[in-house]
T-cell receptor, first 109, second 117 residues
Framework: GQNIDQPTEMTATEGAIVQINCTYQTSGFNGLFWYQQHAGEAPTFLSYNVLDGLEEKGRFSSFLSRSKGYSYLLLKELQMKDSASYLCASAGGSYIPTFGRGTSLIVHP | DSGVTQTPKHLITATGQRVTLRCSPRSGDLSVYWYQQSLDQGLQFLIQYYNGEERAKGNILERFSAQQFPDLHSELNLSSLELGDSALYFC????????????????FGQGTRLTVV
């Protein structure tokens, strides 16, 4: 089975850095995804990690530790438009991602 | 625009009724996935089709069924609808030739918002 845990809500200030944590328990782990979803819209892909370490992509970075069942998404230089829900999803033996309930990030001026 | 098209965007129907949601994947994508998203459950995987055949099943109720046609579009059929079926239903497609995510992203459509009254 698969179990994903991430905080329900976080707030941060424009221009700051925020780290959204995710822990997972997945049989036959095949990767960890992060998606961004604005209210009422489709999720959009941010990152995929299958090996330990940090992957950087512009203002967004994602980290994975397979031994700890832990990942985080790091958002730098926060902008108002980054206010959204951030979904952590782990892929198991079937390769189908199981999504967490998401972390609602509120960026304020 | 992800290239995945879902129709209709909104649907309001009564309990006990049956509805069909339609999805056209991105050109060339063979895999289609259906997800349900409700406020209290998050994004739940329902079912995956690959090149016309059922590939994987998630938390899909027996009242729900899906199929993928030769032109690769897919339909999700929801019957004997209950109030609790009110949710956003997303379709996603994947370019991976083996029909699973692997290290490729899935492209989500804009969803169909179903309201059962």
């Amino acid at each position: 089975g698969q179990n994903i845990d991430q905080p329900t809500e976080m707030t941060a200030t424009e221009g700051a850095i925020v780290q959204i944590n995710c822990t997972y328990q997945t049989s036959g782990f095949n990767g960890l995804f992060w998606y961004q979803q604005h209210a009422g819209e489709a999720p959009t892909f941010l990152s995929y990690n299958v090996l330990d370490g940090l992957e950087e992509k512009g203002r967004f970075s994602s980290f994975l530790s397979r031994s700890k069942g832990y990942s985080y998404l790091l958002l730098k230089e926060l902008q108002m438009k980054d206010s959204a829900s951030y979904l952590c999803a782990s892929a198991g033996g079937s390769y189908i991602p199981t999504f967490g309930r998401g972390t609602s990030l509120i960026v304020h001026p | 625009d992800s290239g995945v098209t879902q129709t209709p965007k909104h649907l309001i129907t009564a309990t006990g009724q049956r509805v069909t949601l339609r999805c056209s994947p991105r050109s060339g994508d063979l895999s289609v996935y259906w997800y349900q998203q409700s406020l209290d459950q998050g994004l739940q995987f329902l079912i995956q089709y690959y090149n016309g055949e059922e590939r994987a099943k998630g938390n899909i109720l027996e009242r729900f069924s899906a199929q993928q046609f030769p032109d690769l579009h897919s339909e999700l059929n929801l019957s004997s609808l209950e109030l609790g079926d009110s949710a956003l239903y997303f379709c996603a497609s994947s370019p991976h030739p083996r029909g699973n995510y692997m290290n490729t992203e899935a492209f989500f459509g804009q969803g169909t918002r179903l309201t059962v009254v």
